[in-house]
């Protein structure tokens, strides 16, 4: 079986918490490999928090959708932490922040998708 083939198979059979967990975790990986180059290295910098911009920008999105099943208060802080994941991001463009954050709120989003729901 192909690389292509495994990775198709696995992506419909994944379960949409597991694969949210693996995007976290690709996408922090990359924030990570971005906060250790070197700060000329603008295109690491670039390519990493726009990914993780755009993972943020799609869960609020997700979350903005009446048929989301999260309770509202969670869809709501999720939607926040988009938003200043987007003013964030820019301070750490400008040079004014460091990385640090946005990893650790990815890390702790990622603690609580590896939790296994309660049953109903």
Do not use: H
């Amino acid at each position: 079986m192909s690389l292509q083939a495994y990775q198709q198979a696995r992506s419909r059979s994944e379960a949409p918490r597991d694969l949210e967990y693996r995007l976290f975790g690709q996408v922090t990986r990359a924030l990570m490999d971005a906060a250790e180059s070197p700060k000329d290295d603008l295109q690491t910098r670039i390519d990493a928090i726009d990914w993780n911009r755009r993972m943020w920008s799609a869960l609020a999105a997700d979350c903005a959708q009446p048929a989301n099943t999260l309770p509202p208060p969670v869809r709501a802080q999720i939607i926040s932490l988009s938003m200043w994941v987007r003013r964030y991001s820019s301070e750490v463009m400008r040079g004014n922040e460091s990385f640090d954050a946005l990893i650790e709120v990815n890390r702790i989003m990622m603690q609580g998708l590896a939790q296994k729901p309660a049953a109903a």
